[in-house]
Every structure is written in structure tokens, then in C-alpha cells.
């Protein structure tokens, strides 16, 4: 059974071995390898429609690779499993449920007691800042309100891995930049290991530990950047560079199909 918030937290290591995705006549990644070590958050950044989601859904085992492989601590991914629990840009909240009923929902569905499921997701939405708003329906709070709420059930079944699908990309920036906080908080607390999808380089910046910024399908990555040795550093000029790139990359590659993230943005 799942064990309280930030308890009995054991995340996975994940392995890529040579993915190759096609839909029929379409191929959306060509051979793409990677690891990610327990406890690592990995942002994929690059071009809509070049593969990122597809790779996400993958290693939920919602989608099978056309050829190559994914491991899950050493063994095939062949299948959805709650260790790996994967969240949508929308929220998913059912409307009929409170958002405490939404948050224990989600282990429930484990066969936990009703009680104790009840118990742990009032601790988690006190952990997302939503305490005192346990009763209320979704349709009575606010979108970030509610994608706090999807952050808390994401989080309550204790998953070894969060795969995390542009989960702030339908909100406005104040309210995108606070969950944000609210999301590294949490992370930093447990330490999953977390695969997120982005078009938000800042995001990534701040989220993650390595970032990998894709190509135009079919997704090659075209450069790796590592942050993790920059967790104690204070040189923005840094940063600001490692921006520079990864804007310019996603720039040459994100052709005219693609809204080009340095659009109104000063490097």
C-alpha cells in the first residue's frame, strides 16, 4: 500500500534503447537512446509534432516502439502500471467529485481503504497549498487551482516515475510560473524521477536536471544539456547563454510549421 507524503518514495531508473516510432507511413522518432537515472528530472524541448509526447507515451506503455526497447528499473515496459504515472496538460479532474474525492481517487483504484485514501489526499492538497478547499468541485475554483489538485493525485499514489505532459502549458504566466515553484518544491521533497514535456525553455532551465532539445520529426535529439552541476551555481550568465542555445537550435529546426519560441522574447 502506498505510504504517506514523502514516505517510502523509491523512484525508477528509465532506459531508452534505440526507439524508432511510426504511425503507418509516418515516423516520428528514429532511433533514440537515453537513460535516466533514478531521481533525475529529464525535459524534452523542441518542435510541435516532432515526437516528444509519443516518447512520453511510450514509457507510460500506453504506446509501443516500432522497434528498440524500454526498460523500467531493467525490465520491458509492456504496459500502463501506477509506478509510472503520467499527467496531461488538462487537469482530467472528474466534475462530479470534490478535489479531495479526485485525489484519493487515485488510490482507491490501488484497493487502499477509503479512509486512509481520504487521509493522504487531504495531507497532499494541503502540500499543493489547497487546504480549506478539500469539499469544493472542480468547476468552483481556479484553473491553476485545479491543476494543483492534479499535481496532489499525480503525487499521492507515491508513482517511481512522473511523466509530465506540458502540464502547465493551458495557464497564464503568474499562475504558470507558481506552479512552477510549487512543482520543484515537491520534487525536491521526494525526488521522483520525472520525464516532462515542454515548449517552455525557461521552464525547463528551471525545472530540470538535463534537458534534451529534439529536432523536426522524426525526432534525432540534437543536443543534450547538463544543469545538475549548475544546482549551486549563481553564474546567470550561464544560463542566459545555455538559453541562447537552445532558442537558436529550436529556431533553426522549428520551421515555418512551428511557433518560434524567440518571438517577442529578449535573450
Excluded at 20 to 33: M, P, W
Excluded at 41 to 61: E, M, Y
Excluded at 95 to 118: D, G, I, S, Y
Aim: with cysteine; hydrophobic share 45%.
Amino acid at each position: 500500500m502506498p505510504g504517506l507524503p514523502g514516505v517510502f518514495w523509491f523512484p525508477m531508473k528509465l532506459s531508452f534503447n534505440n526507439i524508432t516510432k511510426n504511425f503507418a507511413d509516418l515516423q516520428v522518432v528514429e532511433h533514440f537512446s537515453s537513460e535516466m537515472q533514478t531521481g533525475e528530472l529529464v525535459a524534452l524541448v523542441g518542435p510541435s509534432g516532432c515526437g516528444k509526447s509519443t516518447l512520453l507515451h511510450i514509457a507510460a506503455g500506453l504506446e509501443k516502439p516500432s522497434a528498440g526497447s524500454i526498460l523500467a528499473d531493467g525490465k520491458p515496459v509492456t504496459g500502463p502500471h501506477p509506478e509510472r504515472m503520467l499527467m496531461f496538460q488538462e487537469n482530467a479532474l472528474y466534475p462530479w467529485l470534490t478535489l479531495v474525492q479526485n485525489v484519493a481517487m487515485a488510490l482507491e483504484l490501488q484497493k487502499a481503504p477509503k479512509a486512509e485514501a481520504r487521509k493522504q489526499a487531504v495531507a497532499w492538497l494541503a502540500k499543493v497549498k489547497l487546504q480549506g478547499f478539500e469539499e469544493y468541485y472542480p468547476h468552483q475554483v481556479s484553473g491553476g487551482m485545479r491543476q494543483r489538485c492534479a499535481l496532489a493525485r499525480a503525487f499521492v499514489s507515491q508513482p517511481k516515475v512522473l511523466l509530465l505532459d506540458e502540464p502547465f502549458g493551458a495557464l497564464d504566466a503568474l499562475t504558470r510560473m507558481t506552479l512552477q515553484d510549487a512543482l520543484r518544491d515537491l520534487i525536491r521533497e521526494v525526488r521522483p524521477t520525472v520525464l516532462l514535456v515542454t515548449h517552455d525553455v525557461d521552464e525547463a532551465l528551471f525545472l530540470a536536471d538535463r534537458i534534451l532539445v529534439f529536432s523536426h520529426r522524426p525526432a534525432t535529439v540534437l543536443k543534450e544539456f547538463n544543469l545538475a552541476h549548475h544546482e549551486k551555481s549563481h553564474d546567470l550568465s550561464e544560463f542566459a547563454a545555455m538559453r541562447r542555445e537552445i532558442l537558436s537550435l529550436l529556431g533553426i529546426h522549428a520551421e515555418q510549421e512551428v511557433v518560434n519560441p524567440l518571438e517577442g522574447v529578449e535573450v
